[in-house]
């Protein structure tokens, strides 16, 4: 499957932003689908994971409460809507799916597929 994410920008502290993934070529509905972000000089790092069916979501204690994954699977596009916005979300923001995560979806090594990233950057 091929990633494309977009939706990144630059917004002050206390908004939101929406980012978005289109996936193309095999099945998006079979593939476990995540965000990651990474910051200049910091590993990568999970931000929020969702199920094939997207009945289970996962986020990262930072983002609880302030992000929402979600998917539709009939257009091949996993979302992440962004809210409360502080300048630590600063990063660059990666899409990311695999077949199976199983108890390492919180990993980015469990991932095979991996869009170029939107980067997010949030004033102060």
């Known amino acids: 499957v091929q990633l494309q994410a977009s939706g990144g920008g630059l917004v002050q502290a206390g908004g939101s932003l929406r980012l978005s993934c289109a996936a193309s070529?095999?099945?998006?509905?079979?593939?476990?689908m995540a965000w990651f972000r990474q910051a200049p000089g910091k590993e990568r790092d999970f931000v929020a994971g969702i199920s094939i069916s997207g009945g289970n979501t996962y986020y990262a204690d930072s983002v609880k409460g302030r992000f929402t994954i979600s998917r539709d699977n009939a257009k091949n596009t996993l979302v992440l809507q962004m809210n409360s916005l502080n300048p630590e979300d600063t990063a660059n923001y990666y899409c990311a799916g695999t077949q199976y995560a199983g108890n390492r979806y919180r990993i980015a090594g469990a991932y095979a597929y991996w869009g170029q990233g939107t980067l997010v950057t949030v004033s102060s």
């Open positions: 070529g095999r099945a998006f509905n079979t593939y476990v």
